[in-house]
């Protein structure tokens, strides 16, 4: 009898980096939540920005498919606290 040859393994892609907690693309989304704070028609009241900010800073250190989401968030906050 003849051995069976062993059973190959799917190729599998290479695993995704995270975004870099400061890189250009964290910047970039950084800049455009300040810039959609001060597009905005009306002010957000302090507690609801000072949450954002501090949900923000959460998925920013944390969440690592929704670090840019983080980011802009914490921009948006940052930019209407400091407009308030």
Known sequence: MV???PAREPAREPAREPVAPFG???AATLLAGCT???YSPALQPRGLLAGGFA???LLWAFGRRLR???AFAC???LAGL???
């Open 55 to 57: 949900g923000g800073l």
């Open 68 to 70: 840019l989401a983080g």
């Open 82 to 84: 400091q407009a308030a």
């Open 36 to 38: 959609a704070c001060l």
């Open 3 to 5: 051995p069976a040859a």
């Open 24 to 26: 250009l693309a964290v």
């Open 75 to 77: 921009g948006f906050a």
